[in-house]
C-alpha cells in the first residue's frame, strides 16, 4: 500500500487550530471549487523560498474559486521555531491570505503521507485528489523555476480537462516526525515519481 494518498483518493477530513484562533476542517472550504492542501512549516529554506509564490498563487485563484490550507506538522522539540506560537508570528509577518494550521499529533500528515515540506495535494469539486507533488522544480530559489506544476493542475481542472501531470516528487525537507532522526522517512514512503532512465 502507498505511504503517499493516490490519485482518484478523496480527501481525509481533519480538525486543526489555525492561526487565527479558528478551527478548519474540510467543511471550512466547503464552497470552494478546488482545495489545496499544503504540508509546510516555518523553518525549512524550501518553504521560504516558496512563500512568497504561495502567497501569489492564493490570491490569483481566489478568484476563480480555489481555496489553500497549509499544514504544519513538524516536531518541536527539536524544531522549537514550527511550535504553534511561532507559526502564529510567522503568519503575521507573512500576512497569509490561507489558513495557517497545526498538527501536533502528526496524524494527519500521516494521513495524507506528506514526504516533504512543501508538499501539496490538490482536490477537485468533490474533494477527490487530482494532484500531488510539487509547485514547480525550483522552491528554495525563487525566479529560477521553470515549470509550474501546481498552476497547470489547477488550470487543468478549471478548464474541465484531465489534469496532464497528476504526480511529481514533492522537492523539500523531509516531515521532522516525532522521536526520529530528522532525516527520518517511514519505511514504505518513497518518491511518487521514479525519473527515466
Known amino acids: 500500500m502507498a505511504f503517499t494518498l493516490e490519485i482518484g483518493k478523496p480527501a481525509i477530513d481533519f480538525d486543526l487550530p489555525g492561526t487565527d484562533g479558528r478551527n478548519y476542517s474540510l467543511k471550512s472550504f466547503s464552497s470552494a471549487r478546488i482545495l489545496v492542501v499544503v504540508f509546510s512549516c516555518n523553518h525549512c529554506p524550501y518553504v521560504a523560498g516558496s512563500e512568497d509564490r504561495m502567497i501569489r498563487f492564493c490570491k490569483d485563484y481566489a478568484p476563480h474559486g480555489v481555496a489553500m490550507v497549509a499544514i504544519n506538522s513538524n516536531e518541536t522539540q527539536n524544531h522549537p521555531t514550527d511550535s504553534f506560537e511561532h ?17 501536533d499529533t ?66 523539500g525537507c523531509n516531515v521532522k516526525w516525532k522521536g526520529k532522526d530528522q532525516h527520518w522517512m517511514p519505511p514504505e514512503a518513497c518518491d511518487l515519481v521514479y525519473p527515466s532512465t
Open 87 to 103: 507559526m502564529v508570528e510567522h503568519a503575521k509577518e507573512k500576512a497569509f491570505p490561507f489558513p495557517y494550521v497545526r498538527d
Open 106 to 171: 502528526q496524524a494527519v500528515s500521516l494521513a495524507y503521507g506528506a514526504l516533504r515540506t512543501p508538499h501539496y495535494y490538490v482536490f477537485d469539486h468533490d474533494r477527490i485528489l487530482r494532484y500531488t507533488g510539487r509547485m514547480d522544480d525550483s522552491p528554495r530559489q525563487p525566479g529560477t523555476e521553470r515549470t509550474h506544476e501546481l498552476r497547470d493542475a489547477v488550470d487543468d481542472l478549471l478548464a474541465g480537462r484531465p489534469v496532464r501531470i497528476p504526480l511529481t516528487n514533492p522537492i
